[in-house]
């Protein structure tokens, strides 16, 4: 097999911190045979040097661009907008399968220029179970940020912290809410549990069960809803504008954790926007009075722990990076997508692909 080549990129979002392999993991690649080249990132949460003194080679930010064809480019969040054509394989969070603006425009640049998107979103196992995911941190974060907002104690702009810190917030006292939490059992749905509990909150929990037959009237008698359901299929939307214009709504905020804004699959479009560092909460009703906040990178503002989970868990699949198994399911699903758009030219694993490919 020849040799894998993983390059990771410096992320062009400046309130992007994490990374998808921390030094300690990228140590056991290199170990492995794998040769991994880490580019320059001033904000990466992890200095470079620490990535060169375990064998890693260094790169300028941005150069990933004329790297080898056969390096598989490794980051987490959206690509700029040049170049045009991608003649790599890509390993990130495309958010590209479910018609979100944009998608048409970003795989036809793999197509054109004969690379493949790998979405981490899409590495699973057999049972369609993710691999590698941030939804822990995303649930915790949006659930922590929703209750300092329904305290009025959210300081903005927010800025990355540590769990401590965090904590020590969530623990001071404050005034009482019911809150809500769907999709409870998941994996982001149990780090906003924890998140809720570390403020003092007790909140319902709904999962499949109760969302079969959802009961608006209940929702909307929560103060606090945190979300974190991501669907890949059309369901009825949890909230809409007419639920949220109900006399007698006591629902006041509201945290979507998974922020699929613009998609025909966005649980709740009661907005058609994502909130931002800066300006992390929306008004969406005056009278009475509903905040949003729905930012779609929240594990960045915990950006030490959330990488070392993830690192932990896609370091297995690195090690295995082979044509079939997860990686192979994401090169499928690509190919999919593309023949959905009436893109594709030629299947991607021989239009710029070489072994396995990344999700």
Not at 17 to 34: H, I, K, M, N
Not at 299 to 313: I, M, Y
Request: hydrophobic share 40%; net charge negative; with cysteine.
């Amino acid at each position: 097999m020849t040799e894998l080549h993983l390059w990771l990129r410096h992320e062009t979002r400046t309130t992007e911190r994490r990374t998808p392999v921390v030094p300690s993991d990228a140590r056991r690649l290199v170990e492995q045979g794998v040769r991994l080249t880490v580019e320059e990132s001033p904000q990466r949460i992890l200095p470079t040097d620490e990535y060169e003194a375990v064998g890693c080679r260094v790169a300028d930010a941005g150069s990933w661009v004329s790297a080898p064809s056969d390096a598989v480019i490794v980051g987490l969040k959206e690509l700029p907008d040049q170049p045009g054509e991608l003649r790599h394989r890509h390993i990130y969070f495309g958010h590209a399968y479910k018609g979100q603006p944009g998608a048409a425009e970003l795989l036809n640049r793999f197509v054109t220029g004969g690379g493949a998107l790998l979405d981490l979103e899409y590495l699973a196992d057999e049972q369609g179970r993710r691999l590698a995911a941030f939804g822990y941190w995303a649930g915790y974060l949006g659930a922590a940020l929703a209750v300092l907002q329904h305290r009025g104690r959210l300081a903005t702009p927010l800025l990355p912290t540590t769990k401590d810190a965090l904590e020590a917030e969530l623990r001071s006292p404050g005034t009482r809410m019911s809150a809500l939490v769907i999709g409870a059992m998941g994996r982001s749905g149990r780090g906003a549990r924890v998140a809720l509990d570390e403020a003092g909150v007790d909140p319902t929990c709904w999962d499949l069960a109760e969302t079969r037959n959802l009961d608006r009237p209940a929702l909307l008698a929560h103060e606090l809803l945190v979300n974190t359901v991501l669907t890949t299929r059309p369901v009825p939307p949890f909230l809409t504008d007419q639920d949220v214009d109900t006399p007698g709504r006591r629902l006041r905020t509201l945290s979507d954790v998974t922020v699929d804004v613009g998609s025909p699959m966005n649980l709740l479009p009661v907005y058609d926007t994502a909130t931002t560092w800066d300006d992390p909460v929306r008004r969406l009703r005056n009278e009475p009075p509903l905040d949003l906040i729905a930012i779609d990178n929240l594990p960045s503002l915990l950006p030490r722990e959330a990488s070392a989970d993830f690192s932990a868990a896609l370091m297995p699949q690195l090690l295995d990076f082979e044509v079939g198994g997860p990686w192979g399911r994401c090169l499928e699903r690509f190919d999919e997508a593309c023949r959905e758009l009436g893109l594709v030219k030629g299947e991607s694993g021989s239009s710029g692909s070489q072994g396995g490919v990344d999700a």
